[in-house]
């Protein structure tokens, strides 16, 4: 049975938490999809305490569909993450999620993100308020290590283990190594051999439902967390189940509904427009004429042009046979932590 803490999940398959990503609309759309859980994205601590509005927004959810609600959220002193994981509580969350893996500097040089994997007494520690002061089960993000040197996934897990942690996931790369390379699944197979009754969770490369299910199989880990290949196919959660990839006719409508889903969710029409262009590069992502259809949309400001633009192309548009197989010209960076 697929658990973390008192939940059961009815299947190993997570959406990775992704800023600018891992909003409302798109979380509903996963869940519906097929997903089995959709943390949020990264949520600033200070952000909750101060009441900022701006970071209140990423705490909207919708609670017909988001079950459980997982709210990640990051920061470096347990008693302020613990007052922000309350308030996390009261707006309805019902996990909470530790960000110890974003490599970004201006996370890690405020101790919050991968910069807890050089302190790991202050990572359990994190941990221990949170539990102590909301109740609630509280899971993690790690990766392997700060750099080669210090690849220390299972001091890290044994402490974070030790201090209450519900479920682990880790993104095999070190913080010195960002995004480059491939994803070392050897770290995922290690850390399940040393915690065999914890459940990990392994994340990093997963484009496909193939890497998702050898990534199971190899590393003997409980539970697969997608980012990439989620971006601009959500389908792939109910390909995973056994369900038919997304058809012409479907991509449209759902690029559609997850663009008015998103314009409601941001308020601010232009703001909405730009910001979710990136989703439009990914949903045209190896069709016929994307590269044409990415440049036309970036230069829309009107959310009926945009609708038109996504009428006539993703009306029209087959899988290009011929379609580069690296990623596109949109930077995946800026979202995965």
């Not at 990264?42 to 569909?65: C, H, I, W």
């Not at 008693?79 to 500097?105: F, H, L, S, T, W």
Request: charged share 25%; glycine share 10%; net charge neutral.
């Amino acid at each position: 049975m697929l658990r973390i803490g008192p939940y059961t999940l009815p299947n190993p398959f997570i959406l990775a938490p992704m800023a600018g990503v891992s909003e409302k609309p798109f979380r509903v759309i996963a869940f519906r999809l097929g997903a089995a859980l959709c943390p949020t994205e990264l949520v600033s601590a200070q952000g909750l305490m101060r009441v900022n509005q701006r970071t209140l927004k990423y705490l909207r959810f919708d609670p017909e569909v988001e079950r459980p609600y997982s709210l990640q959220i990051f920061g470096g002193e347990p008693e302020a993450m613990a007052r922000a994981a309350v308030i996390g509580k009261e707006y309805g969350a019902q996990i909470i999620d530790i960000n110890m893996g974003c490599p970004v500097k201006k996370v890690t040089r405020n101790g919050a993100g991968s910069a807890l994997l050089c302190e790991p007494d202050r990572g359990a520690a994190l941990v221990r308020e949170i539990h102590a002061a909301t109740g609630l089960p509280v899971t993690c993000k790690i990766r392997s290590g700060w750099d080669d040197k210090s690849r220390n996934y299972l001091q890290v897990a044994g402490q974070l283990f030790e201090a209450g942690c519900a479920a682990l996931a880790i993104h095999p790369r070190t913080r010195e190594q960002g995004y480059s390379g491939r994803a070392d699944w050897s770290v995922i197979a290690d850390l399940k051999r040393h915690f065999p009754d914890r459940p990990i969770i392994g994340n990093g490369d997963v484009k496909t439902p193939a890497d998702a299910r050898r990534m199971l199989e190899t590393t003997g880990c409980d539970y697969v967390m997608i980012g990439r290949g989620a971006l601009g196919n959500p389908w792939i959660f109910r390909e995973l189940l056994g369900g038919a990839p997304a058809t012409p006719e479907e991509r449209r409508e759902l690029v559609l509904e997850h663009l008015a889903a998103h314009m409601d969710f941001v308020g601010d029409v232009l703001g909405a427009v730009r910001s979710f262009r990136k989703h439009l590069a990914w949903y045209a992502h190896g069709l016929r004429g994307a590269a044409t259809f990415r440049s036309e949309v970036n230069q829309l400001d009107s959310t009926e042009q945009v609708r038109d633009a996504v009428r006539r192309f993703f009306g029209s548009a087959a899988s290009d046979p011929n379609a580069p197989d690296e990623e596109q010209d949109v930077d995946y960076r800026a979202a995965l932590g």
